[in-house]
């Protein structure tokens, strides 16, 4: 097989196979003293595992056979240990359990930094309430947003106010981002444009789109000392600025904040430290007469300085037990993915020289269908898994070491790896009978339902535009083209249609309403009484010629043909190695030295299980 995985013609292919016969002949004449003197049981494998008396078509067809063997097979005519299945049901445990000692971890972060954002929004926005932070297409308030000129004032004044007392209002660890007396002084930052005069009485609109900014601070930034009874009136009145709304774009107030989160004990006892970007803004880019305000909190990792005294032993080896859990983890994947990618080389030499062997003696041409048996997917989907594995491993021990703080990029990757983990675990059942059924189902209807979802899909977008475009302005669930897709999506489920139709009333545009009730009655019918019909049908269909299949046989590519041909069964002893199997067989393209000394167990080592 060395030989096959370089770049060789056909004819030195065919004269590899009949070179290494003659060295055969000569290796049988020159051992057959040895076995005459072994027992009988030893002689009998022997001569089952020496292949040399079958012609070069036989010897492919049954490293072909023994290629595409089930790992229960594969043990039956081997007796190998399936190294593979047990490492990756001890994977799929300590992978599990990984995730979901980070998720309590992600989850008590996640949770501190959102509460506190709220607890910002209480303090330091007036007349904010919850709701305004509810998502859902339920609106219960409009967008907190303000009107009137003298409403800006209010709350920029209540929001300095806020800043300042904070640290004796909240009940949290919050401080302000300064050490020793004093407050550090909020920012005001402003774009506007140069000119801009509106008069709408005769509808004179006048404007320079070049583009200023403002930053100031709201007191000194030396002293740290924050005036008595600040107000936004008289700052403004000092500092010569007055607010053109006919100009400004954005304004905003700028601070920070720090904040300790000590966790739960029962997680992790070492507290953590933040320091907080907070962002009000007053968003007048629209020029409608409608001011959103919004405030950002952007967390920033700190380092602490602690010093807690530990009363229980469980929680001070907690940490270093999770690192040591994560090499373990790592450990792991690295195996599983070096198995793996071992795998997929063997496979692709066995078929570089399948396809040229069989192309030489013009015996088939393989189709594209039958070179693609060759690629393994489960064992792709496995690689990419030990690779997301190991990637979020390392970034989840950097945090620890409070190097970096990203606690969604960890997620994403160790939790799509998780799920690739648990998907391969259905490569192995599908080597069972009652359970291959749905794997089976799902591989034979995939080119079918993705013919029928480029179809739907044509439909389904036409519908999204158009739904956008008339419906956007007046309807919630259509203001944007993602949101009407996702309420599409939603009604194709049978999610909600009243709230749908009742988003537009007859008071708003007579003609779009009427649009929207044939629109809405239109999809509905189509999608959830046709296309879902024909959807289903398709899998149904899918499903019942498998079942023929299963009792009558499947359709035999000419690959399988000439495979067939080989009636050895798995217990036969043609397929057994008469060496024993150690750990560097598992890594055989890195042990060079650990060759097969006799040509006869050369032509049985096969792709690994």
Known sequence: MATVGGSVTDDDLIRSYGSINSQQQSERTATSSTMNSSSDNTESIETNGNLSHLSDEERLRHKLKYHFMNPCQKFKARRRKPYKLILQVLKIIIVTVQLYLFSEEHSSVALFIGDSTTAFRLMML???????????????????????????????????????????????????????????????????????????????????????????????????????????????????????WERFITLHLLYKLKAVHVKPMNIDSEPDCYCFDVDISFDNSEFNGKVPV????????????????????????????????????????????????????????????????????????????????????????????????IIGTIFKIVIELNIVFNYNVVSLL?????????????????????????????????????????????????????????MGPFHYKFRTLARASECLFSLLNGDDMFATFAGIQNDQSGLVWLFSRIYLYTFISLFIYIVLSVFISVIIGTFEEVNAYRKHGFPLTKLEVFINECTDAPESGFYRDTTDVNMCDLFSSCCRNNRPQRLSEFYVTLSDN
């Not at 009137?148 to 806020?162: M, R, S, T």
């Not at 506007?192 to 930034?221: C, H, P, Q």
């Not at 602690?306 to 994560?326: A, E």
């Open 414 to 470: 160790l939790g799509v790896s998780t799920m690739f983990t648990w998907i391969g675990i259905l490569r192995y059942l599908t080597f069972f009978y009652e359970y291959s059924l749905l794997i089976i189902t799902l591989k034979m209807a995939l080119p079918r339902v993705i013919r029928f979802m480029v179809c739907a899909g044509v439909l389904y977008f036409g519908f999204a535009f158009c739904g956008w475009v008339v």
């Open 126 to 244: 007036k007349d904010w309430d919850i709701q305004y932070g509810q998502p859902g297409y339920r609106i219960i308030k409009n967008p907190y947003s303000i009107y009137l000129k003298e409403k800006f004032n209010e709350i920029v004044d209540f929001a300095v106010h806020g800043y300042i007392n904070m640290e004796n209002k909240t009940i949290g660890a919050y401080a302000h981002d300064l050490i020793g007396p004093g407050v550090p002084p909020m920012e005001f930052k402003a774009t506007y444009m140069f000119e801009g005069d509106i008069i709408a009485a005769n509808g004179s609109v006048r404007f320079n789109t070049k583009r200023g900014t403002l930053k100031k601070y709201l007191w000194s930034n030396i002293d740290n000392i924050p005036p008595d009874n600040f107000t936004m009136t008289i700052w403004l009145n000092n500092n010569n600025i007055s607010i053109n």
């Open 294 to 389: 919004s405030m950002s909190v952007k967390p920033t990792y700190l380092s602490c300085h602690t010093n807690i005294t530990h009363d229980n032993t469980r929680i001070i080896y907690f940490s270093q037990f999770t690192k040591i859990f994560d090499g373990v983890v790592i450990v792991c994947c690295m195996l599983s993915l070096g198995l793996c990618i071992r795998s997929v080389t063997n496979a692709f030499k066995l078929f570089k020289e399948s396809k040229l062997f069989l192309h030489s003696r013009n015996i088939i041409q393989l189709t594209q269908r039958e070179q693609l048996m060759f690629v393994n997917f489960w064992y792709l989907l496995i690689i990419i898994a030990d690779s997301m594995t």
